[in-house]
């Protein structure tokens, strides 16, 4: 059972580290907001998302969404708009303003953390994908043992990256730093746009 808990965390680790929109958002919310109590809608909103998605993988949706050459395109399109959108925003913010700001009603920041944890298609097809078939690995306790360490290590590190943010902010009291943050970020996910649609085109030869 220990390995299949490490197998869990190893995979969840390897997932959700690299760069990306989520992540962004996630550490500015925790870089702009007054206090770490005010992060809390967007970190439980993240973490939340990404259980769903984790458990569509593990329960065999993942595998249809896979199969539907129509449904990856949408995603595709879609999730391409919303990042030259996401990117523009983060491009165009002010130094101690990002997506949102510290006015920013709960609603508001939960609305922003479902649409940057859900409309992106490179979580869907890909991050799904390759926990779906590695969890047909394991049956039953060892599933549900696999599928727990995954979630928890979505749970771990969202509550993580917005402390690391909150102290960030603190230090940044102009928000210059966090302004060359933005910019960089913005660049990132207009390379992950191009890049997504490129991947779904050369699949498609």
Same mark, same amino acid.
């Given at each position: ?62 595998? =249809?969404?896979? @199969? /539907?050459?129509?449904?990856? !395109?949408?995603?595709?399109? &879609? $999730? ?33 953390? =479902?649409?940057? @944890? /859900?409309?992106?298609?490179? !979580?869907?097809?890909?991050? &799904? $994908? ?33 402390? =690391? ?41």
């Amino acid at each position: 059972m220990l390995e299949v808990v490490l197998h869990g965390f190893i995979l969840g680790f390897g997932l959700i580290l690299p760069l990306g929109i989520q992540n962004m958002f996630v550490f500015n919310q925790g870089a702009n907001q007054p206090s770490y109590l005010k992060v809390l809608p967007v970190i439980l909103t993240a973490s939340f998302c990404d259980t769903v998605l984790i458990l569509m993988a593990v329960l065999g949706v993942s595998f =249809v969404v896979l @199969s /539907l050459a129509w449904l990856q !395109a949408v995603l595709t399109i &879609i $999730g391409f708009f919303f990042l030259l959108y996401m990117g523009r925003v983060l491009w165009t913010s002010k130094p101690g303003h990002t997506v949102l700001h510290h006015e920013s009603k709960p609603r508001k920041q939960i609305l922003f953390a =479902v649409s940057v @944890s /859900l409309m992106n298609p490179h !979580a869907i097809m890909d991050t &799904i $994908g390759v926990i779906g078939i590695n969890s047909l690995n394991y049956v039953g306790r060892e599933k549900w043992a696999f599928t727990i360490s995954i979630i928890l290590v979505s749970w771990l590190w969202f509550f993580g990256l917005a402390f =690391v943010g909150c102290q960030f902010g603190k230090r940044d009291h102009k928000g210059l730093f966090l302004a060359k943050i933005n910019k960089i970020s913005a660049c990132l996910i207009w390379i992950l746009a191009v890049y997504m649609v490129l991947q779904f085109m050369l699949k498609r030869l």
